[in-house]
């Protein structure tokens, strides 16, 4: 069983930045995808980033050259850095653990952008 705890989401001013943090807990014995999703209301989640055990990373379009994912492999820990937000940035973050066969989600962290 794992147990991913998120923190760092909170209300800013557009063109700020925030600082996201999950930390992986309990019984791992590899992690080969943790990535970063959100969700606005009335919308579906989606994709935001993701980063592989090699640090190969993926980005949706709408975060390209504002956002940056990393991993301390050490800590278990996957950061979501996010610069120049705007405020169609807001919604619920997710992390997202995959370590096959098996996913994990963390409680979700709110990320509030005011214009």
């Known amino acids: 069983q794992v147990q991913l705890v998120e923190s760092g989401g909170g209300l800013v001013q557009a063109g700020g930045s925030l600082r996201l943090s999950c930390a992986a807990s309990?019984?791992?014995?590899?992690?080969?995808?943790m990535g970063w999703y959100r969700q606005a209301p009335g919308k579906q989640r989606e994709l935001v980033a993701t980063?592989?055990?090699?640090?190969?990373?993926n980005y949706a379009d709408s975060v390209k050259g504002r956002f940056t994912i990393s991993r301390d492999n050490a800590k278990n820990t996957v950061y979501l850095q996010m610069n120049s937000l705007k405020p169609e940035d807001t919604a619920v973050y997710y992390c997202?653990?995959?370590?096959?066969?098996?996913?994990?989600w963390g409680q979700g962290t709110q990320v509030t952008v005011s214009s």
């Open positions: 997202r653990v995959v370590t096959i066969p098996y996913i994990y």
């Open positions: 309990g019984s791992i014995f590899s992690i080969n995808v």
């Open positions: 980063i592989t055990s090699g640090s190969s990373t």
